[in-house]
Nanobody, 114 residues
Framework: QVQLVESGGGLVQPGGSLTLSCAAFGSIFRINAMGWYRQAPGKQRELVAVSSSGSTQYADFVKGRFTISRDNAKNTLTLQMNSLKPEDTAVYYC?????????WGQGTQVTVSS
């Protein structure tokens, strides 16, 4: 069983920055993939960025603006978000793939507005 705790969301002006953090707790040996997803009102949940087997992947709409980083020793995941746009407004979720099962965090709200 894996529990995920997210933090770091909030209100920011366009062009600003935020850092999201996710910590995984439980009897964890080694996590396979860790990633960030987001869901805006009325839209489907979508991939933002994922870290797996030493590589990272980003959605086109965040390339060059967001950076995902992972600490395997601490089972933590961070998403540094720069140059935020109003369309980045969404609930951001951390997801972990552990022993073939997906675990989701509770989500953290990011609002980009002036």
């Amino acid at each position: 069983q894996v529990q995920l705790v997210e933090s770091g969301g909030g209100l920011v002006q366009p062009g600003g920055s935020l850092t999201l953090s996710c910590a995984a707790f439980g009897s964890i040996f080694r996590i396979n993939a860790m990633g960030w997803y987001r869901q805006a009102p009325g839209k489907q949940r979508e991939l933002v960025a994922v870290s797996s087997s030493g590589s990272t992947q980003y959605a086109d709409f965040v390339k060059g603006r967001f950076t995902i980083s992972r600490d395997n020793a601490k089972n933590t995941l961070t998403l540094q978000m720069n140059s935020l746009k109003p369309e980045d407004t969404a609930v951001y979720y951390c997801k972990v793939d552990y022993i073939g099962r997906d675990y989701w965090g509770q989500g953290t709200q990011v609002t980009v507005s002036s």
